[in-house]
């Protein structure tokens, strides 16, 4: 069973930056992608951005703030660099990793952006 490790969730103040790590339980490389995807309160679940098994980050939805998106190799993690925090992009944002049209999800890690 596939299972996704998140950090890097929590308060920040706005202006701040987080940076989110996700580490699958197996090799990294056996996804066509991981990324991010966030939800906000009230909202449909959005693409971050994921990155491919060749490496290439992939954007989705434009943040406030510049965001990157990177992977380590040696550490089978993929991390998602979030810069700028305002207080509307406080959500939960999960993990995802997919095989083809098979999505594997974290349980999600909450950023909350105090004004």
């Known amino acids: 069973q596939v299972q996704l490790l998140e950090s890097g969730g929590g308060l920040v103040q706005a202006g701040g930056s987080l940076k989110l790590s996700c580490v699958p339980s197996?090799?990294?490389?056996?996804?066509?992608?991981v990324g991010w995807y966030r939800q906000a309160p009230g909202m449909q679940r959005e693409l971050v951005g994921e990155?491919?098994?060749?490496?290439?980050?992939n954007y989705g939805i434009a943040m406030n703030g510049p965001t990157i998106l990177t992977r380590d190799n040696a550490k089978n993690t993929v991390y998602l660099q979030l810069n700028s925090l305002e207080f509307e992009d406080t959500a939960v944002f999960s993990c995802?990793?997919?095989?083809?049209?098979?999505?594997?999800w974290g349980q999600g890690t909450q950023i909350t952006v105090s004004s």
């Open positions: 990155v491919e098994l060749s490496g290439k980050p």
């Open positions: 197996v090799n990294i490389f056996e996804f066509n992608a």
């Open positions: 995802n990793a997919r095989i083809l049209h098979t999505h594997y």
